[in-house]
């Protein structure tokens, strides 16, 4: 399978988290079954908090240890400190994702600890990926790097402070993230710019909020500053329960459709993935689901990239 662009799929994560419903843990199943048929390379199926806080994700190990038995899945999962990343090592999760903010007031929110303390946890992760036999990718996903919804404006040299912070604890990749979508196109770029400059390669991807509809743009500013990896919703679920007004992520449907049109490809089946929705549809039939091309339909004259 030839891809030009990884896209990792957080519904299952990112969105179930913000709805008010719990997922019975079979629907789960079948719905990352359905997303990995369609050839998602990556899925961030859970997260390993507490589930005192997040009933949603209290079957996390089960979810991760199913995800596990699909063939050629990457099975990624977050954690949001060193103890849930010591659970989701366990579970056999192949990359771990520690979400450390940029904005000091939505790291006490979400978190309850500051960016520097966060930087300590992904210490530990670090050290207990070093001393586990299947070794995890550890990626650090910079949050609100582009805005905050409590503090307004988030210093770029913060960011890069930051991601200098997250290699040397050890993480593997660096991820930018617009958790409240507040960036625009040329912010992406420049601060993709600067990021890289320090770390280089080790600035693999984005995850993209949708608030003020500059998901795609921005989507396509990260492309063609270089970046190949790509998070994503399928319907645009998701959000911050600690950034309020934030809104879904990028629609998985909608960026596979840019990228297929424009002739990046994907490895996705753009149908299989779209019969995904269904299975969301039944579970949660009062929630919107989102996407331009779903509701629209492919046009006649679409090709999937060859
Ligand atoms: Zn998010």
Known sequence: MVRDVGISEVGPRDGLQMLKGIMPTEKKKAWISA????????????????????????????IVAFALTLPGLHVAALAPNAKGAARAIEAGAHKITLPLSVSRSHSLANVRKTPDEMVDEVRQSTRLRDASPSRPAIEV???TAFGCTIEGTVAESEVVRLAIAAVEAGADEVGLADTTGMANPEQIKRVIAGVRREIGDR?????????????????????????????????????????????????????????????????????KLM??????????PDEPLY???????LPKNFRPAA
Request: aromatic share 8%; charged share 15%; proline share 6%.
């Open 203 to 271: 600035l693999t991807g984005v995850h993209l909020h949708n608030t003020f509809g500059l998901g795609l743009a921005n989507a396509l500013a990260a492309y063609e500053a270089g970046l190949r990896a790509f998070d994503s919703s399928q319907a645009g679920l998701g959000g911050c329960p600690y950034a309020p007004g934030a809104s879904g992520n990028i629609v998985t449907e909608d960026l596979v459709y840019m990228f297929e049109s424009m002739g990046v490809r994907t490895g996705i089946d753009l149908w």
């Open 35 to 62: 997303l990995a048929a369609s050839g998602l390379p990556e899925i961030e199926v859970s997260s390993f908090v507490p589930p005192k806080l997040l009933p949603q994700m209290a079957d996390a190990a089960e």
């Open 291 to 297: 996407g331009y091309v779903p509701a629209a339909g």
């Open 275 to 284: 019969a995904g929705r269904r299975i969301l549809a039944d579970a949660f």
């Open 141 to 143: 996903g910079l949050s």
